[in-house]
């Protein structure tokens, strides 16, 4: 596709329940970042992937967050046991290299969790 | 360590007239700094970015923000806003924060929710 999507866009859950939470980045980039936006905040950086590798996951809130990108395309954020202070959007961006500051991430539209 | 502070939370202007959207960032490390926008209901889309080039950076839709490494500091501009541009605008700093696996860490601003008044 053109760019990053993201499935579901919205996502009603019950307290207690597992979730899963889809993100298709843009083709051939290596770079992946989970972000968590609450309501009236910035976004929030959960976790990097670089290919199939998680480099990074100082973000994740807690364990029952988990990610993974499996073979280095698809993600997921998959949160266990969801609690009403998980409710955010989770958004998720791409990009083209491995390294270098000045890259520029691409958004997509973001998933908005409630959990109720 | 790297942070970001956008100095106000809301900026109400008229339409015509010139928008400043303010940030500060603090990095220990060579910096990149980027403005997104985030229109309600849609993604984050890159305004512009600063990457140890020219300190004057011009994006789309007319804004440009300059680089002032004395004053740490990235502020937005535009000379004449239009109804299109009230959205909400986040300052984020970049860096490679000093990780072995030399990869970008991230820092967003809390934001910056611009009205613009007909």
């Known amino acids: 596709g053109a760019g990053v999507s993201q499935s579901p866009r919205y996502k009603v859950a019950k307290r207690g329940q597992d979730v899963a939470l889809r993100c298709d980045p843009i083709?051939?980039?290596?770079?992946l970042f989970w972000y968590q936006q609450a309501l009236g905040q910035g976004p929030e950086f959960l976790t990097y992937?670089?290919?199939?590798?998680?480099?990074?996951k100082s973000g994740l809130p807690s364990d029952r967050f988990f990610a993974e990108r499996p073979e280095g395309s698809v993600s997921t954020l998959k949160i266990q046991r969801t609690q009403q202070e998980d409710s955010a959007v989770y958004l998720c961006?791409?990009?083209?290299?491995?390294?270098?500051?000045?890259?520029?991430?691409?958004f997509g539209p973001g998933t908005r969790l409630l959990v109720l | 360590a790297q942070s970001v502070t956008q100095l106000d939370s809301h900026v109400s202007v008229s339409e015509g007239t010139p928008v400043l959207l303010r940030c500060n960032y603090s990095?220990?490390?060579?910096?990149?700094l980027f403005w997104y926008v985030q229109h309600p209901n849609k993604g984050l889309q890159l305004l512009l970015k600063?990457?140890?080039?020219?300190?004057l950076v011009k994006g789309i839709n007319g804004f440009e923000a300059e680089f002032k490494k004395s004053e740490t500091s990235f502020h937005l501009t535009k000379p004449s806003a239009h109804m299109s541009d009230a959205a909400e605008y986040f300052c984020?700093?970049?860096?490679?924060?000093?990780?072995?696996?030399?990869?970008?860490?991230?820092?967003f601003g809390t934001g910056t929710k611009l009205q613009v008044i007909p």
């Open positions: 961006a791409s990009s083209l290299g491995t390294s270098g500051s000045g890259e520029t991430q691409y």
């Open positions: 984020v700093v970049s860096d490679l924060g000093g990780n072995s696996g030399g990869y970008q860490k991230v820092t």
């Open positions: 990095s220990s490390y060579s910096p990149s």
């Open positions: 600063y990457t140890s080039a020219a300190t």
């Open positions: 992937f670089q290919n199939e590798a998680q480099l990074d």
């Open positions: 083709s051939g980039h290596v770079s």
